[in-house]
């Protein structure tokens, strides 16, 4: 009970912290990045730890996993524009379902053809790895999609070709 408890909460906190912050993580490649390395590493951590270091790897890993299942889903209007985003988004969650299906289902029959229990976070950490490599294409296609900075004289703003009132003026 208390890994689950432990699993649920790390999710809760990161949604938190990424509506808090979402202004610095949404868009970027190294939210990503980072919680793909925490990730792997809280994998790792979790099939070697005993008792509460496991558990808090596993928190980890709960942490990181809804970091990137946000930033991801962020991605297809940023990627596709608005009138491809439903369509990309789409897309998305059915690659995103199909592995959440294929990985554990993979993981298991390692296990019972090798007999090794560990294997069956093998194809997690496989994807993980591809994941690290497919960071810096995503920076790529972002870098090519982000508007460049927009200047403003004072002049260009609403009303700005009234008078300012004198000295005094209320």
Excluded: K
Aim: hydrophobic fraction near 60%; charge should be neutral.
């Amino acid at each position: 009970a208390p890994g689950l408890l432990l699993f649920n909460a790390a999710q809760l906190l990161a949604s938190a912290l990424l509506m808090r912050w979402s202004h610095r993580w949404v868009a970027r490649v190294a939210p990503l990045g980072w919680s793909v390395l925490i990730m792997l590493l809280g994998t790792l951590l979790f099939l070697y730890l005993p008792g509460w270091a496991g558990l808090v790897a596993a928190f980890a890993v709960s942490f990181a996993s809804a970091l990137i299942l946000i930033l991801v889903m962020s991605l297809p209007p940023l990627l596709a524009g608005d009138e491809g985003a439903g369509a990309f988004a789409a897309g998305v969650y059915t690659v995103a379902y199909a592995l959440s299906f294929s990985v554990p289902l993979l993981g298991g029959a390692l296990v019972d053809v090798l007999g090794l229990p560990v294997l069956v976070f093998a194809p997690c950490l496989a994807l993980l790895l591809l994941s690290l490599a497919l960071l810096r294409p995503l920076a790529r296609a972002l870098e090519e999609r982000r508007e460049p900075p927009v200047s403003v004289s004072p002049g260009d703003l609403p009303g700005s070709d009234r008078v300012p009132p004198g000295p005094g003026h209320r």
